[in-house]
């Protein structure tokens, strides 16, 4: 059976520093995702990583993918209040046939 | 472009009544998907739909859960009779295939008391 573990599921910080989210998984994964949630919204979409050393970067996220660690980051940078979310990252795979499997989320709030 | 709806936002029931998910996908997306959050645990995969065939329905708790896709494009989502652990957030997601992304819509949140 497919598992995503999230760590940390809580985390405050202050403005200006860097942080990361890990995702491990339990399995071959084809593909791994990140969302971010706001309260009360819908999921969005942020990254979708394919390969292994995959590396992704939009503004002050960047995503990795290590598919032999069944691993990958969310890496922060010089956080922002406005990152303040809920993280989430999935897989999916053959195990799973191919239905999104999700990490617990990890809820991040940046203090001013 | 319009992204993925969902319709209520909100429904507060008694249990043992029913209620009716919707959910509209982005246009020209075949394949729609049903997720469930309850409370405190992960989201989890409720069926998957490619047009309007269910493509997969493993994740569907039980009978008392029926998901249509009519025409293959809106769907819908019906709990008959709700339970109390029903409760939750159930989340619609139709996939854009030239990028493998999911896109989610807002949510439909179901209090059954």
């Known amino acids: 059976e497919l598992k995503v573990e999230q760590n940390p599921l809580f985390l405050s910080m202050q403005e200006g520093k860097n942080y990361t989210i890990y995702c491990n998984y339990s399995t071959t994964s084809d593909r791994l995702y990140w969302y971010r949630q706001d309260p009360g919204k819908s999921l969005e979409s942020l990254f979708v990583l394919l390969s292994n050393g995959a590396v992704k970067q939009e503004g002050r996220l960047m995503a990795s993918l290590d598919t032999k660690a069944r691993l990958s980051t969310l890496h922060i940078t010089a956080a922002v209040h406005d990152l303040s979310a809920t993280y989430f990252c999935a897989v999916d795979s053959w195990d799973s046939n191919y239905q999104l499997i999700w990490g617990a989320g990890t809820k991040l709030i940046i203090k001013p | 472009e319009a992204g993925v709806t969902q319709f209520p936002s909100h429904s507060v029931i008694e249990k043992g009544q029913t209620v009716t998910l919707r959910c509209d996908p982005i246009?020209?997306?075949?394949?729609l998907y049903w997720y469930r959050r309850v409370m405190g645990k992960e989201i989890k995969f409720l069926l998957h739909f490619v047009k309007e065939s269910k493509q997969d329905e493993s994740g569907m708790p039980n009978n008392r859960f029926l998901a249509e896709r009519t025409g293959g494009t809106y769907s819908t989502l019906k709990v008959q009779p709700a339970e109390l652990e029903d409760s939750g957030v159930y989340f619609c997601a139709s996939l854009d295939s030239s990028t493998d992304t999911q896109y989610f819509g807002p949510g439909t949140r179901l209090t059954v008391l």
């Open positions: 246009s020209g997306h075949d394949n």
